[in-house]
């Protein structure tokens, strides 16, 4: 049975090309990928990402919960609307899922968590939230709606309430709060994303959700589909879950080692094995490439090093750059000359720091 | 969906081939196949007198989703091949019966042109995939 978003209508009116994503019917594109790439990068674009699963927590052991359940600390969250990217891992140390918690009040945190992943989620968090008392409440009565690009903000602020636009023009980068949409519809706005871009994701009650998208264009966003955005996010550095990580991976292996608060006294699900792993030293390291000749990294190739072999994770042509560039999981080591392996061809590829692109232009030595 | 030109023939994988005045077989993919291929970035042509089988792959064409082979429909030698494609594949997805051709064939078996569908059976074929 395949799932649909409030906006599935919309998205099929407008022509988009529909693909079944984890189970739910979405747009891959509305007729160019590439083009909707450069307009989140030069202008405004909106992807529909209803179907990500927000959870309601709701206890007053609630921060004490996710200080065990997440691998980030939770303690970092000292305001109001404040975010904090984060894994959740199991035991042995490998990633359930990555996600983002938002901090409402004590007795209330918010987390956003990954479609594909939404049933092993909610019953891994349902399960240890039961020791500490804390309820687990899925929101399906929301939509989501993520508005990127250099003028996104802008864009978004001319349909808020008068009263709300100079506290929302305000929020800082990984923040959030409430504000009033169009005809007063209640919206949460998020100062996050994921292109690399500025811009907000929206949380929308779902009666309201079609009346934002329709508000939102125009005001001159572009609708953008998940094509786009998994280009985009590639180029922005950031990893998928499922592609680039999942539970067989350590943070370590993942370049998620930044998430990772091995803060005094917090015993949180995974640490002994990721203070193991940080003694001895992991043996995959997960990189960066480019391909400056013609053609395409892919998911699944073959990555070839002084080491031994190594595989591509997620790889795509950037439309930003005009190559293609990848994350690959390799040996730990020297490299030396790093080759991908192309339908049988052994084609030369650097190896570099990522993010590939920040906001809107290629990083240095990319 | 543009109109499918009544004189080429296809493959049900989507290539078509025209038998031009001189006899040579020209090769491209449908305007449906670009479609659901998405933006091209790349294209892998064959070499020039290289030989190929129908049916077989002959070059391979890239989005920015997949790599997807491209069977030839005819079996014969490759005497030219679109070098324009390797700046512009995007012609592809702009003019897939036209300026986005692949390759040129020069056929072994023209009995094998009998094989391949003509336009309205290939229309066929598209419309059931659409369900």
Redesign the interface.
Known sequence: MTEKTVLNATHRALGARMVDFGGWDMPINYGSQIEEHHVVRRDAGMFDVSHMTVIDLHGTRAREFLRHLLANSVDKLKVQGKALYSCMLNEQGGVIDDLIVYFFDEQHFRLVVNASTREKDLAWIELQAKAFGVEVKERPDFAMIAVQGPNARDKVMGLLHEVDRERIRKLGKFAAAAAQGPHGMPLFIARTGYTGEDGFEIIVPEEHTVALWEALAAAGVAPAGLGARDTLRLEAGMNLYGQDMDETVSPWEANLGWTIALDEGRDFIGRKVLEAQKADGVKRVMVGLVLDEKGVLRHGQKVLTANGEGEILSGSFAPTLNKAVAFARIPAGEPGDVRVDIRGREVPVRLVKYPFVRDGKACEGI | MSEIPGDLKFLKSHEWARVEDNGLVRVGISDHAQ??L??L??V?LPEIGASVQAGNGAA?V?S????SDIYSPVSGEVVEVNEAL?DKPETINEDAYGDGWIFVVRISNRDELNELLDADAYAEVIENEDH
């Not at chain 2, 920015?64 to 790599?67: C, G, L, M």
């Open positions: 479609s659901a998405g933006d970035v790349y892998e391979v890239e920015v989703k997949a790599a390797a």
